[in-house]
């Protein structure tokens, strides 16, 4: 019982930036480096984000899931305003 408490414990003490629900505005990215010699997770990001050229801007609603993804590849997107 003691360890599951902790396993508990210790997953609530993660904190991760979250997108304001006030703020329904959709996110505006831009592709803007090359996914050439990077791993093959951040191919799969770039992909799943929908962009398939370079300087590309796409819309995307400002989720938790979505920031996350943004979140792993900052190299190579921009969040433009």
């Known amino acids: 019982m ?3 408490t902790s396993k508990q414990a210790a997953r609530n003490t993660k904190t991760a930036v979250k997108a304001d629900p006030a703020n329904t505005t959709p996110l505006r ?13 951040h191919k799969r ?3 799943g984000l929908g ?3 370079l300087n590309q801007v796409v819309e995307r609603e400002n989720t938790d899931s979505i920031r996350g993804m ?4 900052p190299h190579l997107v921009r969040i433009l305003d």
């Not at 990215?29 to 997770?41: G, N």
């Not at 943004?70 to 590849?73: L, M």
């Open 51 to 53: 962009f398939t050229r």
């Open 70 to 73: 943004v979140n792993v590849i």
């Open 29 to 41: 990215l831009q592709y803007y480096r090359s996914a050439i010699c990077t791993p093959t997770k």
């Open 2 to 4: 003691a360890t599951r």
């Open 45 to 47: 990001v770039v992909k």
